[in-house]
């Protein structure tokens, strides 16, 4: 008599079934995932590469982010520097145009409007924190709000309120560079430049019409100062601008890096998807084939034969 069925045989399908199963479940969760595994465990010999990797990423993508916000912050200080020299510039120009007219009536008003926009770049604000103050970021830069303030009694180094705090930061994993840009480093020249005026207004009265030949021969001697304060405050902006350009070309560099490591990364954790489909709809034909196996066996058991 033939032979039906024998434990072996349910054994060995049984164990097909299984095994179909898991392949399936493994592609499945490629397919998915788009990952090869879902832990370390699961890269085998490139777990300890892939470790080194993704913490060099972290690094980098640190380096990034701090680049943005230093960007960010050197971008505000060119903004108010350079509202400083473009002040500085309307009150030299203001002076020059008195001198041109010969005549004096608005200019300690048009000074006086320079003064303030000068102030207003002094305590440029980035974020809610002062730039130029140093570490004192909460405070002002400069207290100083009219040109009367200047011959009011105190110094003029009295009226910046930053402490000598530079800010650092770094470019890059090997290199730092000096971020930060003092009050009383870029306002000093141009508060001496415009105190220069009241005080011979504090002194002479002030300007009320056409100018006298001694107005006219102080007005001539302020020019060369606010040239001077001009330049000065010209020269730290460009100095900011290097530095802005550094962290730029920086931050370009960094973000090929970041995603070359991405790329590296990638490699070795991402998925072949059309390997992986590949291999589910095969896993699904082989579970398919398996059941129908096993059950064509159950069907065929001595049981049956004796019904």
Known sequence: MTRVSTIQN????????????????????????????????GYSKDAEMLTAMRGTQ????????????????????????????????????AVANALAAGNATTLMQQLQS???DVVQGLNTKSNGLYVFSGAKTDTPT???STMADLTAGPPTAALFNNDQYVATA?????????????????????????KSIQAY?????PFTGNLTDA????????????DTAYNGVVNIQGQNGVTQKRFESAQTDLSNQADTLTSMVGGITDVDMASAITRLQ????????????????????LLNVLK
């Open 201 to 205: 207004v504090d002194a002479n009265g």
């Open 10 to 41: 349910y054994n060995i399908m049984t164990s097909n079934l299984m095994k179909a199963q898991i392949n399936q479940n493994t592609a499945g969760q490629e397919v998915s995932s788009q990952k090869v595994a879902t832990d370390l465990k």
């Open 170 to 194: 770094r470019i890059d994993e090997q290199t730092n560079a000096n971020t930060g840009i003092l009050g009383d480093k870029l306002g000093t020249g141009v508060f001496d430049a415009f």
């Open 58 to 93: 972290a690094r980098i993508e640190g380096l990034i982010d701090q680049n943005k916000q230093v960007t960010n912050r050197l971008a505000t200080q060119d903004s108010g520097i350079g509202k400083v020299a473009d002040s500085t510039k309307s009150a030299r120009d």
């Open 282 to 301: 095969s896993a699904q034909l082989a579970v398919q084939a398996s059941a129908q196996v096993f059950s064509s066996l159950q069907a065929s058991s």
């Open 114 to 116: 320079s003064f303030s």
């Open 215 to 226: 107005q006219t021969q102080f007005l001539k001697s302020t020019l060369s100062t606010f």
């Open 142 to 144: 400069t207290s100083a």
